[in-house]
């Protein structure tokens, strides 16, 4: 299994002073990439009365992080390692996911978590430029239906469902409800975009890869997907949040040259000339044509033998049809010019 990643590693004021325990943990059981969560359950609030708005204060990114002369340790012992930043609330009112944006503190945030509580903000959730993990809390049942327009409306922005399987590991009531919430979830999204963290509260609760993809297959997916999931998925969840910040979108301008009108119209005037003046210089004159005449009339006078009018007419007749050919090809040039003009 290629660069395994652990998602979920709490640092919330609830999650005790064990978070360098829990980390040291993670890079022992051969995870490459540590994601520190900050898990704020209300960050923003609107009141519908007054509408005033009330923000939780949110720490910086860099405050979450490991200290940096403790992770240099980390790093002499652990090659490729990574530390990432990750942010997690719930959302019960639609006015959060504007809240989203408006705090700078989220910015440095490399990761936006959210954790919907009805099936309209679950849609909203899924159809949000500014969310890469959609959430769910194991520890009780799902309280709205799970529809699958909402899901494949995520999947084409990019958005990855997380099953965290710590629950699973600490109660057995509890791992009822995960295995639940996991069949349900699996069910309608088929096992597409799903990763798969710990959340743990304790370095205890953490597993392996390995372990973590078997316990995927327990929830329904199949062993290529469970392999993903704590691997790919993961990797595609830090791609697609780097992309968020980095890309909103793309403008192809072409530019298109000004014809000038009256130019092409005086350019085929002149062509038009042109080919007019050159067939009247190759037709045969109307005196060539009173010459024929005369021939003819000659020859019923008796004035001109039948050898020598033969002669003659013959030379007459391939002028007209020369004639006759320039004629069409005049008339054939005039037709193109109107075209082209």
Sequence with gaps: MAHPCELNILCDKNSGNNVEDRVKMALSLGYEVIVMNNFIPEFYTKKKKKGQEKTVPVPEASEIKIPEHIWKEFK??????????????????AAQMHGLTKQKELKGYDITAVQPTTEKLFHNCCTSDDVDIITFDMTEKIPFKIKRPSINKALEMGIH?????????????????????????LTVCKGKNVVLSSGCERAVELRGPSDVANLGILFGLNEAQAKEAVSSRCRAVLLHAEARKTIRGTAVMKVTPVVDISQKLQSSTESQKNSLQTTSELMPDESDKSDCNGLKEDRRTGNV?????????????????????????????KTVNVVDS
């Design 161 to 185: 469902f997380e099953l965290t399987y710590s629950p699973a590991i600490r109660d057995p009531t509890l791992r009822k409800h995960s295995i639940r919430n996991a069949i349900k979830i």
């Design 76 to 93: 002499k012992r652990y090659k490729n390692i990574q530390q990432c930043t990750r942010f997690t609330t719930v959302i019960t009112d």
């Design 305 to 333: 033998s039948e050898s020598s009018f033969r002669k003659r007419l013959h030379e007459k007749d391939t002028d007209f049809q020369f004639e006759d050919t320039v004629s069409s090809v005049s008339k054939k040039s």
